[in-house]
């Protein structure tokens, strides 16, 4: 896998910026699940790719160091304000779909990590206590991975927020 080539089609295909980075330089802090046991979402303890049911910190530490390289994306769109939520849902819905794009280019084994829950079905079979429909698609987040998304970000030499009135999501692909 060519990962000059990868950038530039992340690039081409409507990502602001990509770059790839070692997995023995990530930083992962536990710590960053507390924001996840806070709820604010409402998708702890019911989408099956957010905590608990996504797996233990230490379990999904381990798995994704078990993996050499990531590379990583983001994309930045602009709202009408600080209060725009349907922008942010919209920014949110297209992200996804850049995701599972990209996702397709990647020839190799790897773990698609992006933001939020897994947003594969309309509504997650955890909120209903049932098993998950997909799990080959399901997509967990970098967060649920006690990725430190700021730093990731600083290490791929992006910015982790991109200005008044926009919202910028990252996604991974650990290889
Ligand atoms: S694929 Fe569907 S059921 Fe499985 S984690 Fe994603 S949203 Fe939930």
Redo the contacts with the bound molecule.
Sequence with gaps: MNEAILIQKCIQLGAYKAACANVSDITFDPNLRKACEANYCGNYGK???CPPAVGTPEELIARAKSYSRILVFQTVTPLEDSFDFEGMNEAKAKHCELSSEIDKLIDVPHLQLAAG?????ER???FDGEP????D???ASLEAYCINVSKLAALCGMKYINGVDTVTFFTGYLY
């Design positions: 989408n099956l790719t829950g897994c947003t594969v079905c997650c079979a955890g998950c429909r997909y799990p698609r399901a997509v």
